[in-house]
């Protein structure tokens, strides 16, 4: 039987076919997971560009759209399944189609028809008026069987040259069917630089292919999907939610960021190393750690996510400015033996930003863990200030290796040499810190590879990191008053209360406006006292 003959059923449970040689997993079957269909004329509202960073991203950059971005759309439900560019307000030179039938620039076409589905996922991803990457170069729609078919799973996998690929799908599978499905896209995202950027699903447990380690999994906030962790090792996913009401139509929120930090990194909004800047690690990396956490957000030292919210939800803003601190090489490299302590060292180079990235390269041996150390002196002028610090770390399962290099991260207080936070994860291929309310003080952020048994000797990652107090300002304007705070990192908002013994907060209904990257209230004086704060929701 020819596999590729097989169609893709919208509502079908998912059976493999497993070939002679056992090297690959071909799928016959997909789950089609978007439970609720919208009419392909519906998009999101301009209010989900507010909440992921994306309206005050385009306040303070120029042209940053996608442009010269390729992406791939992966859609379920044949024999629909296709975006009509009309209807995504693109045009039709954008596009091409695939399927096991052949290809084809044109649309309509006899390769399959319009997928309501199809047209609002693009609709978030790049369609206009409301999507994040209105400008990319390509759009390549693949039938998503034939996708996994004869490109994933190909024995010898063609490289489509898409940087971002969405995949508003998941495959319903034992265990083992999910290692061999994250095998393949672990090896093509390792071989071709792609990031696969997947849906976990509408409830229940994780599924593939959001399970692979190379891609970002993405749950929807405020809706019902999946939950960590993944069902064959206990890895944390999702890596990250967006607002939907299902996972179909948060996903391509984030393939569209990271199409736009892909277009950033290349064209130098991150320094001279743009090779470094887009690679699907530190895109990754910078996407996560650029998240805002809800309030109920939690993870463990051996489990760096949450099972829920995953780094937390997106923030593009938040991810492009730490991009724009630019690369930040660790300032020292040490060995201990393997399994030994490594506090900080008597280096005394510091970082010269609070809010960057690296891309390096970590050695262990079999018998020492090597270290890297990025040192922060993170102070105010305020001197009771107290600081956050997110950072994380981000490195790929290797090509064609069932396993990864184990990686940890650290945050030591460096002149007392206290352990302040640590992510240790044994099955992950991603570590998260978050630590609120550090006082001042001189920090060491740490990459440790563990030796022993390893992959490799040496292994690559992308690590981001933000160390922030946020400052609110309340002055005079005319008879009025001035409320003031910083536009970066975004996610807060004011609340005021006329009573601190036994406060009662509400939020701050006006609108702030955005003047020489602060975020500015007008706010009404009154008889009555009034005190305020800012949170993050």
């Not at 993405?218 to 996972?247: C, E, F, I, Q």
């Not at 393939?255 to 690679?279: V, Y």
Request: aromatic share 10%; charged share 10%.
């Amino acid at each position: 039987m020819d596999i590729r003959s097989l169609l893709v059923s919208a509502k079908a449970s998912a059976s493999f076919h497993w070939p002679e040689s056992g090297t690959k997993v071909r799928l016959v079957l997909l789950n089609w997971f978007c439970a609720v269909l919208v009419s392909q004329t519906v998009y999101a509202a301009d209010s989900y560009l507010d909440t992921i960073g994306a309206t005050l991203l385009q306040r303070v950059t120029t042209n940053l759209n996608g442009k010269g971005i390729r992406v791939a759309q992966a859609e379920a439900g044949a024999p629909t399944w296709e975006v009509n560019p009309g209807a995504v307000g693109q045009p039709l030179s954008l596009f091409t189609y695939y399927s096991s039938s052949g290809s084809s620039p044109n649309y309509p076409n006899a390769l399959g028809s319009e997928s309501s589905h199809a047209d609002t996922v693009a609709g978030y991803f790049y369609g206009l008026p409301a999507g994040l990457a209105t400008n990319i170069a390509q759009v390549n729609n693949y039938e998503a069987g034939y996708f996994y078919n004869s490109i994933i799973a190909s024995l010898t996998p063609p490289n489509i040259n898409d940087r971002v690929v969405n995949q508003s799908f998941n495959f319903s599978a034992t265990s083992s069917q999910q290692q061999a499905i994250d095998s393949n896209y672990d090896n093509y995202a390792a071989q071709y630089n792609t990031l696969f950027v997947s849906g976990v699903g509408n409830g229940g447990a994780v599924n593939p292919p959001a399970t692979c380690y190379n891609g970002v999994g993405v749950g929807a906030y405020g809706g019902g999907s999946s939950t960590g962790p993944t069902p064959d090792n206990g890895r944390a996913k999702p890596d990250l939610t967006a607002p939907a009401g299902v996972t179909s139509y948060s996903t391509p929120q984030v393939a569209g960021a990271a199409a736009l930090l892909a277009q950033a990194g290349l064209r130098g909004d991150g320094g001279s190393d743009t090779n470094s800047a887009a690679d699907i690690r530190a895109i990754k990396a910078l996407l996560l750690n650029g998240a805002i956490k809800p309030t109920d957000w939690t993870n463990a030292t051996s489990s760096p996510l949450d099972a829920r919210y995953g780094a937390g939800v997106l923030n593009v803003f938040n991810s492009y400015k730490q991009l724009t601190g630019g690369k930040q090489a660790y300032v020292a490299a040490t060995s201990v033996s393997a399994g030994s302590p490594h506090p900080p060292t008597a280096a005394t180079g510091t970082l010269s930003t609070l809010s960057g990235w690296d891309f390096n390269t970590i050695t262990s041996s079999h018998t020492s863990d090597g270290v890297n150390h990025y040192y922060f002196n993170v102070t105010n002028t305020a001197s009771n200030a107290t600081f956050t610090a997110t950072a994380t770390l981000v490195w790929n399962r290797q090509l064609n290796k069932t396993g990864i290099n184990n990686l940890d991260l650290f945050l030591y207080e460096a002149n007392s040499g206290t352990l302040i936070a640590a992510s240790t994860s044994t099955v992950d291929n991603v570590e998260h810190l978050f630590v609120s309310k550090m006082l001042a003080g001189r920090y060491d952020l740490q990459v440790l590879k563990n030796g022993g048994v390893t992959v490799s000797n040496t292994e690559t990652y992308a690590l981001a990191f933000e160390f922030f107090t946020m400052p609110l300002g309340l002055t005079r304007a005319g008879t009025n008053m001035l409320l003031a705070w910083p536009i970066y990192p975004a996610g807060f908002v004011a609340d005021s209360t006329t009573d601190l013994a036994a406060p009662t907060w509400s939020a701050v209904t006006t609108a702030p406006t955005v003047v020489n990257s602060q975020n500015s209230l007008i706010l009404n004086t009154s008889s009555s006292q009034q005190y305020y704060r800012l949170r993050r929701p």
